[in-house]
């Protein structure tokens, strides 16, 4: 495990509750996330893990409670904005410009939104795309990459901004069955780099293998958390061993 019991977490939510309309998603959540810390959330469709992930990246706004990542109290509306940079997000759709390259969608943000000149940007970006394992893809346009490569670019685009925590939103859940392994492995190469991961997957295999604690999700609660052994080999809940036992199932 990257992350120790003594560090101060990077992220913490207090008493966190959302509501979309009159659907209650979460309820009083309490989380928290250390750095170096590969955190990974389980749980039905609808069980509330998403909408924790995207309250975490200041994508969406708590209704009650705190949530600080790196310092920044995202509850308050106006310092909310200060969290940008520090944090990656790689979603289930690519959103790849397709008239840009890989190395045109990775540099975008760099050059319009960090005003870093094209060379250091270009410099960056296959640094960034190098590290995903496509520096030879850099100037092939999305069209001209399978599905686990657009991905692939997506994650380089992420981390070309240098953030020090990197969320996942379902990354592998729109691709191929066959493509999956090399999106995951990608994932594991930065987990073994230490890098602060929150990922919220279906991928049971990763989550065994590469988190560092499984969060279980039911109803808008955390229902259940603890080591990957813990979890899927002796889950005290038993709405965990429902889940568990169906999903590994398939």
Known sequence: MNATAETKPVINLMQVSKSFGSTQVLK????DVRPGEVLVLIGASGSGKSTVLRIMS?????????????????????????????????????????????????TLALIKAR???PADARKRGMEALDRVGLADRAE????QL?????????????????????FFDEATSALDPE???????????????GMTMVVVTHEMGFARKTADRVVFMDKGLVAEQGSPERMF???????????L???LEH
């Open 28 to 31: 009083s959540i309490d989380l």
């Open 58 to 106: 200041g994508l969406e706004t708590a209704d009650t409670g705190e949530v600080w990542v790196n310092d920044v109290p995202l509850h308050e509306s106006r310092r909310a904005k200060e969290i940008r940079g520090h944090v990656g997000m790689v979603f289930q759709q690519f959103n790849l410009f397709p008239h840009k390259t890989a190395l045109g969608n990775v």
């Open 115 to 117: 005003k870093m000149a």
């Open 140 to 143: 092939h346009y999305p069209s």
């Open 146 to 166: 399978s599905g686990g490569q657009q991905q692939r670019v997506a994650i380089a685009r992420a981390l070309a901004v240098e953030p020090s925590i990197m």
């Open 179 to 193: 493509l999956v392994g090399e999106v995951t492995e990608v994932m594991r190469g930065l987990a073994r780099d």
């Open 233 to 243: 080999a002796n889950p005290q809940n038993e709405r965990t061993r429902q889940f």
């Open 245 to 247: 036992q169906r999903v």
